[in-house]
T-cell receptor, first 112, second 115 residues
């Protein structure tokens, strides 16, 4: 079992719709959770970080964390063609202070 | 402010050759990382370093060695390159401070091909 898993893509949504990206993790000791966006041929960039159960909103992005279910999600409202990218979920473990593990990524295409 | 600088950007090796990928950061970060990225695999952690002089294995350390000689620099060495090591390699650094979101700052990547 992979430590971090994401819903398989590619995911296509029409412009203006809500895109929902999901991530599960295996280590209950994980304490920090991140969503990175990566455009083709570029380096990943941080979109959101979340540490506590519940929702965290930043503009059109909402991260949701449920530690009991070991589940993290990212919602993108009013999706734009510029949101087309690969979204990477990442998890930092408490037991290994600096170890950051990424999921395989989900490719999102927003269709105009 | 350069951030994280990786060299080289591109490299072609023959099977069995060795090389070192260099990474340097100027943000005074404690933590540094080496990842590789293959199609459909996301980023896989090779090695990481929590501070100068310390290194730890990640998910896929076999065939690689690292060196953290000072706070700024973290190098990745392939002693005997294999075609399976063809990949894009990313170096990253971060602080441990949650107030900065513990953000990973990435270099621009190295495209390595092993023939």
């Amino acid at each position: 079992q992979k430590e971090v898993e994401q819903n398989s893509g590619p995911l296509s949504v029409p412009e203006g719709a809500i895109a929902s990206l999901n991530c599960t993790y295996s280590d209950r000791g994980s304490q920090s959770f991140f969503w990175y966006r990566q455009y083709s041929g570029k380096s990943p960039e941080l979109i959101m970080s979340i540490y506590s159960n519940g929702d965290k909103e930043d503009g059109r992005f909402t991260a949701q964390l449920n530690k009991a279910s070991q589940y993290v999600s990212l919602l993108i409202r009013d999706s734009q063609p510029s949101d087309s990218a690969t979204y990477l979920c990442a998890v930092k473990k408490k037991t290994s202070y600096d170890k950051v593990i990424f999921g395989p990524g989900t490719s999102l295409s927003v269709i105009p | 402010n350069a951030g994280v600088t990786q060299t080289p950007k591109f490299q072609v090796l023959k099977t069995g050759q060795s090389m070192t990928l260099q990474c340097a950061q100027d943000m005074n970060h404690n933590s540094m990382y080496w990842y590789r990225q293959d199609p459909g695999m996301g980023l896989r952690l090779i090695y990481y370093s929590a501070s100068e002089g310390t290194t730890d294995k990640g998910e896929v350390p076999n065939g690689y060695n690292v060196s953290r000689l000072n706070k700024r620099e973290f190098s990745l060495r392939l002693e005997s390159a294999a075609p399976s090591q063809t990949s894009v390699y990313f170096c990253a650094s971060s602080t441990r401070d949650p107030s900065t979101n513990e953000k990973l700052f990435f270099g621009s990547g190295t495209q390595l091909s092993v023939l």
